[in-house]
């Protein structure tokens, strides 16, 4: 299975300052269509996840462009730019490239 | 509007089997994939599975033979069954539209497996 190893665990940020998290894959996750099924969900506190981005760098409908995916092969990051109260919760990256799905072990952003 | 929603049993006893449904509206079964996940309290998230808009499915095999995933289109609904529970299996299950990424989650349902 392919495992998505996410980094930093947790991370306390300023209002206002930039945030990276990191998704290293232990595959590429390059498709033989040339596409790459990397996503990026944000479950916040009591909800269910929610979209913020798919391969590797479309944001979601409704999702604001201070949140970037970027990365290509087996290495991610998600940053977001000028972090706002209702950025906090869990990120996971998810990738829908191998049989089984597998998700990252998340990261807790937490508002210092 | 595009809407999921679980319902299924609060608690489930040890070795018994669990059966959720997933009713969504807004979109047809025929055109969208539905996908299971699953959260144990105060962890990640796990894949399960997954019911094809053409009818096919597809199983972790992490759950082995154990998990069986149906569906009734004219019913609007996906079929969560799994066999064998045990302790570990205790985790709000969710379902979630597939439009290649999860792009509607339903608020998932609680299920506990009781000894």
């Known amino acids: 299975d392919v495992v998505l190893t996410q980094t930093p665990v947790s991370l306390s940020v300023t209002l206002g300052d930039q945030a990276s998290i990191s998704c290293r894959s232990s595959?590429?996750?390059?498709?033989?269509?040339?596409?790459?099924?990397l996503e990026w969900y944000l479950q916040k506190p009591g909800q269910s996840p929610q979209l913020l981005i798919y391969e590797v760098s479309n944001r979601f409908s409704g999702v604001p462009d201070r949140f970037i995916g970027s990365g290509s092969g087996t290495d991610f990051t998600l940053k977001i730019s000028r972090v706002e109260p209702e950025d906090l919760g869990v990120y996971y990256c998810?990738?829908?490239?191998?049989?089984?799905?597998?998700f990252g072990s998340g990261t807790k952003l937490e508002i210092k | 509007q595009v809407q999921l929603k679980e319902t299924g049993p609060d608690l489930v006893q040890l070795t018994q089997t669990l059966s959720i449904t997933c009713t969504v509206s807004?979109?047809?079964?025929?055109?969208?994939?539905v996908h299971w996940v699953r959260q144990p309290p105060g962890k990640g998230l796990e894949w399960m599975g997954a019911m094809w808009n053409g009818g096919g499915t597809d199983y972790n095999s992490a759950f082995k033979s154990r998990l069986s995933i149906s569906r009734d289109t004219s019913k609007s609904q996906v079929f969560l069954k799994m066999n064998s529970l045990q302790t570990d299996d205790t985790a709000k299950y969710f379902c979630?539209?597939?439009?290649?990424?999860?792009?509607?989650w339903g608020q998932g349902v609680m299920v506990t497996v009781s000894s």
């Open positions: 998810f990738q829908a490239t191998h049989d089984p799905l597998t």
């Open positions: 595959q590429s996750l390059e498709y033989s269509d040339g596409y790459t099924y």
């Open positions: 807004g979109f047809s079964l025929t055109t969208y994939n």
């Open positions: 979630a539209r597939g439009a290649g990424a999860f792009d509607y």
